[in-house]
């Protein structure tokens, strides 16, 4: 997969992302919201993608120092998107096996670490419950700008509603035609019966009916939209991004 770092800066795709990272920052405002979840209502939704390339987005900042977490115990995938090896990572550091200065991957130096899954646990429900992971979570907040952590998704198991208890915010993906609005909506609900702070949604895959467009990213903003996922306002205006096929 290529990751917009390897495209041309005035790509649609690149532009798309740094719409994105703006709302994120103006929701920001008052510097409470460091770490951010992403999840989607069920799998290939494109959630891995998007927060790769969102983290990417977010390291070309100014004296910002942003860390990527894979946080899909089950089924974990940024060290392929990055080509990386994933036999150390998180559950190392939870175990006590190695410190993170060992186990975490530079991608830009001073700007963007990954930390990948490491080994997969038998209990990965267990493990995001733990004292552990809770204190792993706010010890790396001082070390870093924004965290944004990968995890399954949240219409399939619950490990995405715990981890939004340990986030400031959640980015909700939603795949254009491969996801059923009812589940998407359920999935929904999930989070926010645990008061998770949803920022907005990413819509994905949308093929435009126009033909020098091929996907579509945007962000709900109210009540008024295609495909609503719920009357309450997520964001405070509308915005509608047109990709074209790289």
Same mark, same amino acid.
């Given at each position: 997969?290529?990751?917009?770092?390897?495209?041309?800066g005035?790509?649609p795709?690149?532009?798309?992302?740094?719409?994105?990272?703006?709302?994120?920052?103006? #929701?920001?405002l008052?510097?409470?919201?460091? &770490?951010?979840?992403?999840?989607?209502? $069920?799998?290939?939704?494109?959630?891995?993608?998007?927060?790769?390339?969102?983290?990417?987005?977010?390291?070309?900042? $100014?004296?910002?120092?942003?860390?990527?977490?894979?946080g899909?115990?089950?089924?974990?995938?940024?060290?392929r998107?990055?080509?990386?090896?994933?036999?150390?990572?998180?559950?190392?550091?939870?175990?006590g096996?190695? #410190?993170?200065?060992?186990?975490?991957?530079?991608? $830009?130096?001073?700007?963007?670490?990954?930390?990948?899954?490491?080994?997969?646990?038998?209990?990965?429900?267990?493990?995001?419950?733990?004292?552990?992971?809770?204190?792993f979570?706010?010890?790396?907040?001082e070390?870093y700008?924004?965290?944004?952590?990968?995890?399954?998704?949240?219409?399939? &198991?619950?490990? #995405?509603?715990?981890?939004? $208890?340990?986030?400031?915010?959640v980015?909700? &993906?939603?795949s254009?035609?491969? &996801?059923?609005?009812?589940?998407?909506?359920? #999935?929904?609900?999930?989070?926010?019966?645990?008061?998770?702070?949803?920022?907005?949604?990413?819509?994905?895959?949308?093929?435009?009916?126009?033909?020098?467009?091929?996907?579509y990213?945007?962000e709900?903003?109210g009540?008024?939209?295609?495909?609503?996922?719920?009357?309450?306002?997520?964001?405070k205006?509308?915005?509608?991004?047109?990709?074209?096929?790289?």
């Open positions: 997969m290529r990751t917009i770092d390897r495209l041309d005035k790509s795709i690149v532009e798309a992302y740094r719409s994105i990272r703006t709302n994120i920052e103006y #929701a920001n008052d510097k409470k919201l460091k &770490v951010i979840l992403v999840t989607s209502t $069920q799998q290939n939704e494109g959630k891995s993608t998007i927060i790769a390339n969102l983290a990417i987005s977010f390291s070309s900042l $100014q004296d910002k120092k942003i860390l990527l977490i894979d899909d115990l089950r089924n974990p995938s940024l060290h998107i990055f080509e990386l090896s994933n036999s150390k990572g998180m559950m190392d550091v939870l175990k096996d190695k #410190a993170l200065d060992k186990v975490i991957y530079h991608l $830009q130096k001073g700007k963007l670490d990954l930390l990948t899954t490491g080994i997969m646990p038998p209990n990965p429900g267990e493990v995001l419950v733990t004292d552990r992971m809770k204190s979570i706010e010890e790396i907040r070390d700008d924004y965290i944004f952590i990968d995890s399954p998704p949240v219409g399939i &198991v619950s490990d #995405a509603s715990v981890l939004s $208890q340990l986030s400031d915010g980015v909700f &993906v939603i254009s035609g491969e &996801v059923e609005m009812d589940f998407a909506k359920l #999935a929904k609900e999930k989070l926010m019966n645990v008061d998770a702070k949803i920022l907005g949604a990413v819509l994905n895959k949308y093929e435009s009916h126009n033909s020098d467009y091929g996907y990213y945007g709900y903003y009540e008024k939209k295609k495909k609503k996922l719920s009357k309450k306002n997520i964001f205006r509308k915005k509608r991004l047109k990709i074209k096929k790289a």
